[in-house]
């Protein structure tokens, strides 16, 4: 069935480093591509997201790449704070009979340490 | 503007017993999804209705069951509870159609099967 693989599982940085966080996905119809946080006992939060005919997309200090070839995209953090301390999970979109549902990552864990 | 809202918060079963998740979408939003997300794991996908009709189904058994209401608020059923149902029911709304696109997701209800 389709996957989306997530790496690192885990990355500690220091206050006003970059961090980037990697995903893959199976489905070659996939066409959304989101980024959600979630902080400790919080709900998921969506930061950034991209469609599939665009392959950048910028935020302030977020970026996301898409590369559709390769089946991949990737979430690029600029100057981290230590508020940007959290779990990210990245997401593709698949179709599921008339619908469109979400298949997540399992996660990075970002530490920001200042 | 209320977000999504769900209900309860916490849940504690036993296993056996069934269990009955309520969700409220952003006001305007008619598609309502509902994820599973394990401890340590991304969301996994159950079910998405748009318009009161199911629209996706995720891999899950058929203990699992949903519907939409006129109001677009959504119930999520779960019956005969096993330990492996411990996890965060998180709701998800949507304005679209497709109902992945742009989530708004609620803070969600934390089951505990014992």
Redesign the interface.
């Known amino acids: 069935?389709e996957n989306?693989e997530?790496h690192p599982s885990t990355l500690s940085v220091q206050e006003g480093d970059s961090a980037v966080i990697k995903c893959t996905y199976s489905d070659s119809a996939s066409n959304?591509f989101?980024w959600?946080k979630q902080e400790l006992g919080?709900?998921?939060?969506?930061i950034i997201?991209i469609r599939s005919n665009v392959g950048e997309k910028k935020d302030q200090r977020i970026a996301v790449t898409l590369n559709k070839t390769a089946k991949h995209f990737s979430l690029h953090i600029t100057e981290t704070q230590p508020e940007d301390s959290a779990v990210y999970?990245c997401?593709a979109?698949i179709r599921?009979?008339?619908?469109?549902?979400?298949?997540?990552?399992?996660?990075t864990t970002l530490s920001v340490s200042s | 503007d209320a977000g999504v809202t769900q209900s309860p918060t916490h849940l504690i079963k036993t296993r056996g017993q069934q269990v009955t998740l309520r969700c409220s979408p952003i006001s305007g939003h008619k598609?309502v999804?509902w994820y599973q997300q394990v401890l340590?794991?991304?969301?996994?996908?159950i079910f998405?209705y748009?318009e009161k009709?199911?629209?996706?189904?995720?891999?899950f058994p058929d203990r699992f069951s949903a519907r939409q209401f006129p109001n677009y608020s959504s119930e999520l059923n779960v019956n005969a509870l096993l330990l492996g149902d411990s996890a965060l029911y998180?709701c998800a709304s949507s304005p679209l159609?497709?109902?992945?696109?742009?989530?708004?997701?609620?803070?969600?209800t934390r089951l505990t099967v014992v």
């Open positions: 069935g989306v997530q959304y989101p959600y919080k709900r998921p939060q969506l997201d999970f997401a979109s599921d009979q008339a619908g469109t549902a979400l298949i997540f990552g399992k996660g | 598609s999804s340590g794991q991304g969301p996994q996908f998405q748009y009709e199911e629209r996706g189904r995720g891999n998180l159609a497709g109902g992945a696109y742009g989530y708004t997701f609620g803070s969600g």
